[in-house]
């Protein structure tokens, strides 16, 4: 009887949730196709941010800030990557514009929202792919922009970080813009939990199911210092990506 109705209670946070996002998905998806583009860049990355933080909301997830958010200017944020809700706890903070694999441009509804805000998409089968994006992270930067890198390439369950990629660390780098660790942690009731996390083969909406129709979901949000080249470093793209990491996984292992 306790199962069931544990369901029961589980079925009904669900489905009140998804409606609630869905309603906030198609108002996104309104506002993108009428007066968002008619907008300056800083005042659609304040909507784009304010977005962010509601849908959080609407999926019962509370988000913990902690070291120095970069507040203006342009710079690359890195973090390690566990779930779909990472892109709009980061956005919530400061508007970000992802690097994103081409694949997220074909989610149902999401890819066009995502295509919507100006996210980068990369090509991974085509050879030209970085230097397409680096000449579009270049664009974002003289903009002003944020632009946020999941250097691991996929998800993992948020208790380690993946190798890095290093390979569009060298546009920040060329910029001369500041490259800004993030470690991302997700708790449950207060306890580290990868009930969050997104991987393998997983469903959008079975990871969602997981999600939303639960309770005392929350992600610690840890800004670290910025990283710089170092002078007399052989090969500064690889250097900085390692030393990235070292800073993110210190911290998403505590």
Same mark, same amino acid.
């Given at each position: #009887?306790?199962?069931?109705?544990?369901?029961?209670?589980?079925?009904? %946070?669900?489905?009140?949730?998804?409606?609630?996002?869905?309603?906030?998905?198609?108002?996104?998806?309104?506002?993108?196709?009428?007066?968002?583009?008619?907008?300056?860049?800083?005042?659609?990355? %304040?909507?784009?941010?304010?977005?962010?933080?509601?849908?959080?909301?609407?999926?019962?997830? $509370?988000?913990?800030?902690?070291? $120095?958010?970069?507040?203006?200017?342009?710079?690359?944020?890195?973090?390690?990557?566990?779930?779909?809700?990472?892109?709009?706890?980061?956005?919530?903070?400061?508007?970000?514009?992802?690097?994103?694999?081409?694949?997220?441009?074909?989610?149902? =509804?999401?890819?066009?929202?995502?295509?919507?805000?100006?996210?980068?998409?990369?090509?991974?089968?085509?050879?030209?792919?970085?230097?397409?994006?680096?000449?579009? #992270?270049?664009?974002?930067?003289? $903009?002003?922009?944020?632009? +946020?890198?999941?250097?691991?390439?996929?998800?993992?369950?948020?208790?380690?970080?993946?190798?890095?990629?290093?390979?569009?660390?060298?546009?920040?780098?060329?910029?001369?813009?500041? =490259?800004?660790?993030?470690?991302? %942690?997700?708790?449950?009731? +207060?306890?580290?939990?990868?009930?969050?996390?997104?991987?393998?083969?997983?469903?959008?909406?079975?990871?969602?199911? $997981?999600?939303?129709?639960?309770?005392?979901?929350?992600?610690?949000?840890?800004?670290?210092?910025?990283?710089?080249?170092?002078?007399?470093?052989?090969?500064?793209?690889?250097? #900085?990506?390692?030393?990235?990491?070292?800073?993110?996984?210190?911290?998403?292992?505590?």
């Amino acid at each position: #009887m306790r199962a069931w109705f544990r369901f029961i209670v589980h079925l009904l %946070r669900f489905s009140l949730r998804f409606l609630l996002v869905t309603l906030w998905v198609i108002f996104g998806l309104i506002v993108l196709a009428t007066v968002f583009r008619r907008f300056e860049v800083a005042r659609r990355d %304040r909507i784009n941010s304010w977005w962010s933080r509601w849908l959080l909301r609407w999926c019962g997830i $509370r988000v913990y800030i902690s070291g $120095r958010p970069p507040v203006d200017g342009p710079a690359l944020l890195i973090a390690n990557h566990v779930s779909w809700l990472d892109i709009y706890a980061l956005s919530s903070v400061r508007c970000t514009i992802f690097v994103g694999k081409r694949e997220l441009r074909d989610w149902p =509804v999401l890819g066009w929202l995502i295509a919507g805000v100006g996210t980068v998409f990369i090509d991974r089968g085509s050879r030209r792919a970085v230097h397409y994006v680096a000449q579009a #992270m270049r664009e974002r930067f003289d $903009r002003g922009q944020l632009i +946020g890198l999941f250097p691991e390439g996929t998800t993992s369950d948020g208790l380690d970080v993946l190798p890095f990629h290093a390979g569009l660390f060298e546009p920040a780098r060329r910029a001369g813009v500041p =490259v800004q660790p993030v470690a991302l %942690r997700y708790l449950h009731h +207060g306890e580290r939990s990868t009930l969050p996390a997104y991987v393998g083969d997983e469903s959008l909406l079975g990871n969602a199911w $997981r999600v939303l129709g639960t309770t005392g979901v929350a992600v610690q949000v840890v800004y670290l210092p910025a990283v710089v080249p170092e002078a007399g470093d052989d090969d500064h793209r690889h250097a #900085m990506a390692a030393r990235v990491r070292e800073a993110i996984q210190r911290e998403v292992r505590l």
